[in-house]
């Protein structure tokens, strides 16, 4: 098949930064482990038992408006220095992976696979993300029992991802895991600026001085705006970058494959996202998810959306969820790692409920009158894979709200952003 032309870019980054950018992350950022030994033969199939019911929101779902006007700056956030108390708390989370060579027992293994840091009071837990979800409730999740007769589309279900890191062995898993953390102490300054624009959280009292970065992307006067009034739509990427996912296992691939395509107009196999992001027959975390378009891609620059992270959403109503989605389309111009759960009470289009999914959040339609609607890029097509099946479109504009829902029903409930 010939492959169509380079694509206009959408997304226009300062050259010189994104290149060196680029080296940066080639050298000092690669990923420390590319196929987690033991993942397949250990995932099993296991979602959540059950969906948690919501209301349907009517009251929820008006036109959204920002909580304060702003100077229009998209005020992404950088990375920030890791600070010599940050490195004590990483030193210390990494020594604890040991304990998972010494784990018996389900609820041993599930809890010794859930290590958690602390850096100026926002937690991170390994595989997880952001969170205020305490240790222990994140650990019980990962004991929900499998939900049998549901589709796999490629994303870590409980099981995988306690043997993901149980599996790479002392050494290996240390490496991992002491990588992940340092990004993620980097990325703090944007973990509170986004809980102070979204949730109305206060930010610290020396917080600008701790952080520089913060401080030359934001005005600080504007800190909880988002540039006036958000349209009625608005939209990014080209359809023409979203493919159909080529394996039952790869909505990962395919998602990076999208994502990756609209950065820098060249247009890689699913394959090659595969071994870039770990994927295995068990699928693929959102930590890796992440660490890929951070690695792989600009829209982590300063100019889009700054260093992605996954941030847990259960603390969020539906308006704080959709101006999240908001904010990352039409200020940061970035997509976003949508995480949901396919099932067929959120997804219409389905003909089986399905597992823990990737899709490419990618636009709104605030739907003046009606429901809020999200645009996104759906890498599933049940009909490739069973021809018996009805085919699903690859652009999507959809319920929000049923995507916040789906969202939520996933036992990690959160997003790459």
């Known amino acids: 098949m010939r492959l169509p032309p ?40 296991l979602t959540l038992g059950a969906v948690p019911f919501l209301p349907d929101g009517d009251a929820e779902q008006g036109a959204i408006v920002p909580s304060a006007e702003s100077t229009g700056s998209p005020g992404a956030v950088g990375r920030g220095t890791v600070t010599p108390e940050m490195q004590a708390e990483i030193d210390r989370v990494v020594a604890e992976g040991a304990l998972l060579d010494r784990a018996n027992g389900r609820t041993a293994r599930a809890l010794a696979a859930v290590r958690c840091a602390s850096f100026e009071g926002q937690r991170y837990c390994l595989g997880f993300g952001w969170t205020n979800q305490s240790r222990e409730a994140l650990a019980a ?33 240390a490496e991992a895991d002491r990588a992940e953390l340092t ?25 600008a001085a701790r952080h520089p970065e913060v401080a030359a992307a934001t005005d600080p006067q504007a ?69 890929v378009v951070n690695d792989k891609t600009g829209y982590d620059d300063e100019s889009h959306a700054g260093p992605y992270i996954a941030l847990d959403i259960s603390d969020l109503t539906f308006k704080q969820w959709y101006r999240l989605m908001m904010r990352h389309v039409h200020d940061y111009r970035a997509p976003v790692v949508l995480h949901p759960v396919l099932l067929k009470q959120f997804y219409p289009y389905l003909d089986d409920d399905a597992s823990g999914h990737f899709q490419v959040g990618r636009g709104f339609d605030q739907n003046p009158g009606g429901n809020p609607q999200l645009g996104y890029f759906e890498p599933w097509d049940q009909s490739k894979f069973d021809p018996s099946e009805p085919a699903i479109g690859r652009v999507q504009w959809r319920n929000a709200y049923r995507s916040y829902r789906a969202n939520l029903a996933h036992f990690q409930h959160n997003v790459g952003v």
């Open 223 to 291: 800190r909880g705006g988002f540039g006036g009034s958000y349209p009625e739509r608005s939209k990014i990427l080209t359809s023409k970058v979203a493919r159909a996912q080529n394996q039952t296992y790869w909505c990962g691939p395919a998602t990076m494959q999208a994502i990756g395509w609209a950065d820098d107009r060249k247009r890689r196999s699913q394959s090659y996202w595969a071994r870039r992001l770990g994927t295995t027959t068990a699928g693929t975390a959102i930590t890796d998810m992440v660490r």
């Open 6 to 45: 380079p694509l206009p870019r959408l997304l226009p980054r300062p050259a010189a930064r994104a290149l060196a950018h680029r080296i940066a992350s080639d050298d000092a950022r690669r990923p420390l482990w590319r196929h987690p030994a033991g993942i397949a033969a250990a995932a099993l199939a």
């Open 141 to 173: 999740r990962l004991q929900a029992r499998p939900v049998l007769g549901r589709e796999r589309t490629g994303d870590l279900d409980a099981a995988a991802l306690v043997a993901r890191s149980a599996g790479l062995g002392t050494t290996a898993r």
């Open 183 to 207: 990004a993620a102490a980097q990325a703090v300054g944007k973990v509170w600026m986004l809980r102070h624009e979204i949730q109305g959280v206060e930010l610290p009292a020396d917080f």
